[in-house]
């Protein structure tokens, strides 16, 4: 069972197993809707919440009940899939795949690429500079 909280005390329910997931979302924040619904999943994850092989609410239903667009709910599941946490299957729905230290690498990774970025450098440089390393 997933259960959601929005900051308004708000509850949903949806049947995945025996997971519990908070959310909170606060839209005065200076960070983006997207990234605090990214973070709070992936907390989930990484605190066992939501199990690997898990599926994910509808990101209309997960919109509709964090008071959200579902194209905000759709950009943090995008962010996520590309960590390697979550994986899309058109019938079969979102399900968690990756672990969070798989998430964690290539969000770090990514982080290296932008300051690498930042530098003047390019991804093949920062590639061969990476494989140069013992």
Do not use: C, W
Not at 64 to 73: H, M, Q
Not at 75 to 84: F, H, Q
Request: aromatic share 2%; hydrophobic share 45%; glycine share 6%.
């Amino acid at each position: 069972m997933v259960n959601l909280r929005v900051s308004n005390e708000l509850r949903f329910s949806a049947t995945i197993s025996s997971t519990m997931l908070s959310v909170k979302l606060t839209p005065q924040e200076s960070v983006a809707l997207h990234d605090q619904v990214a973070a709070e999943l992936r907390r989930a994850i990484a605190d066992g919440e939501a199990q690997r092989g898990e599926r994910l609410p509808p990101a209309r239903d997960l919109a509709a009940v964090l008071n959200v667009n579902s194209n905000t709910v759709l950009r943090a599941l995008r962010i996520l899939r590309d960590e390697g946490l979550l994986e899309f299957r058109r019938g079969r729905g979102i399900t968690v795949s990756g672990s969070p230290e798989v998430g964690a690498v290539v969000s770090r990774a990514r982080e290296l690429i932008d300051f690498a970025r930042g530098l003047g450098y390019r991804r093949d440089e920062l590639a061969r500079l990476i494989e140069s390393l013992p």
